[in-house]
């Protein structure tokens, strides 16, 4: 234990992807091996995830984290300082007791996050490991490189006067390797920019990177990007499917959800019929949050209607919360849950939430957040929990980029051994 007991904990506020600050956290151990992490921040969120503790003063017009770096300085160093950074789960366990609260709003997830991280790092440092190999390690998982969920047209709380449907997503399905999904991936993405500029609109992108054209309606997304696919020398189903992040709760008023493109406001077995005709127009293989995050009866029919054939996310309704993910088994509400750890806000809680998704046959992505950093710790995180998916936004923006390029590397360093499943995990 000697050499990898906690000696010092540093913290500092650091810029995120929309110039906003987040934390930043460094853990040493008495063996002098350090662990560096810093947290995201979303702007799409769910009511039951973990608390980001902001400032609310004058200063980054409040949304500082001074409270939140001070919380690890004078709180979280004193209740770690010696202990064994080995044991994952005592660290996040003393933070959740020095916190005090169900949603960590005391100390504030952002610095709990931050904290649990950096020890994990460290730790993998200690031993030599990848970080990637050290998460198998200890959630006793294989590697596994996961197919990309590719935000490539923005809309929503991500990029406001566009799409009301937040994400529309490509899948290259058809790809043998993580590298060819890339690069597959990139090539469509180019043929998209320039299809863009060809209805003459701009190429602004929005927080993920995808673009923001001022379509007509929500579907017009979708034959943009199977025209996009076949521009590029792609087949729309063999090679690529589609998918798309409602984030239903962002568009749900009253009990209504209230669709500005299309001029529509549906109740919600009008919002599942919607949805149902979708997936039957387009190769639609994935949909997340597609109604509203407190509607369970609604998600468990939606569910019934066309679980059998189409990948349903709970990210709101879920918030990575091994409960929430219980109970979605038990009412049979989705048969996918987005993994973000800031929603809940420690490592050794995001593998309970894994395990519980696990035990009830779901499938796992692990997702970034709109406002990232350059932290590559999520493509680690869905490698060595062997997820099988994850989403880190379109192939653009060096906050994005810098999960795949980090992959592209995992790949290259396990070699013959990297295990990929690609569109299989849709089975």
């Not at 469509?188 to 863009?196: C, N």
């Not at 590029?232 to 709760?249: C, N, R, T």
């Not at 990575?320 to 050794?348: F, Y």
């Not at 390029?405 to 499943?421: C, H, P, S, V």
Request: charged residues 20%; glycine residues 8%.
């Amino acid at each position: 234990m000697q050499g990898t007991s906690i000696s010092d904990i540093r913290a500092r506020w650091i810029l995120d992807s929309r110039g906003n600050p987040t934390v930043e956290a460094d853990v040493i151990l008495a063996s002098g091996a350090l662990g560096r992490a810093s947290v995201p921040s979303g702007a799409s969120t769910g009511t039951h995830e973990a608390v980001e503790l902001r400032d609310g003063t004058n200063e980054f017009n409040g949304m500082g984290v001074g409270s939140a770096v001070k919380n690890i300085e004078d709180k979280i160093l004193p209740a770690l300082k010696g202990i064994d950074a080995a044991d994952q789960n005592k660290v996040d366990q003393l933070m959740i007791e020095t916190d005090g609260t169900d949603n960590k709003s005391n100390l504030g997830a952002n610095a709990i996050l931050a904290v649990s991280l950096a020890t994990a790092k460290a730790t993998a440092t200690h031993n030599n490991k990848p970080f990637y190999q050290y998460v198998a390690q200890i959630s006793g998982n294989r590697p596994v490189l996961p197919l990309p969920l590719v935000n490539v047209i923005n809309g929503g709380a991500h990029a406001k006067n566009s799409t009301d449907i937040q994400e529309f997503m490509i899948i290259p399905v058809g790809a043998k390797s993580f590298t060819q999904a890339i690069r597959q991936t990139s090539e469509v993405y180019q043929s998209l920019k320039s299809l863009v500029n060809q209805h003459g609109w701009s190429t602004t992108v929005g927080d993920e990177g995808g673009f923001v054209p001022q379509l007509p309606s929500n579907e017009a997304a979708l034959d943009l990007l199977i025209d996009a696919i076949g521009k590029a020398g792609y087949k729309i189903e063999y090679d690529f499917k589609l998918a798309i992040d409602a984030a239903a709760s962002e568009f749900y008023e009253g009990d209504h959800y209230r669709l500005r493109l299309e001029g529509q406001s549906l109740e919600p077995k009008q919002m599942i019929s919607w949805l149902c005709e979708l997936t039957q127009k387009y190769p639609l293989v994935s949909i997340e949050d597609g109604l509203d995050q407190d509607a369970w009866e609604d998600w468990s029919l939606l569910n019934k209607k066309i679980g059998n054939r189409v990948q349903l996310v709970g990210d709101d309704l879920l918030t990575t919360n091994p409960s929430l993910i219980e109970k979605a088994i038990q009412k049979r509400a989705c048969n996918a849950v987005l993994i973000k750890l800031n929603q809940i806000g420690t490592l050794s809680e995001t593998i309970r939430a894994v395990e519980a998704a696990r035990r009830g046959n779901m499938n796992v992505i692990v997702s970034h957040r709109s406002g990232e950093t350059e932290d590559t710790t999520i493509a680690h995180l869905a490698v060595g929990l062997g997820a099988g998916q994850i989403k880190t936004g379109a192939t653009a923006r060096t906050e994005r980029t810098s999960k795949y390029n980090e992959l592209l590397r995992i790949e290259d360093e396990l070699g013959k051994t990297a295990k990929y499943q690609g569109g299989k995990v849709f089975s």
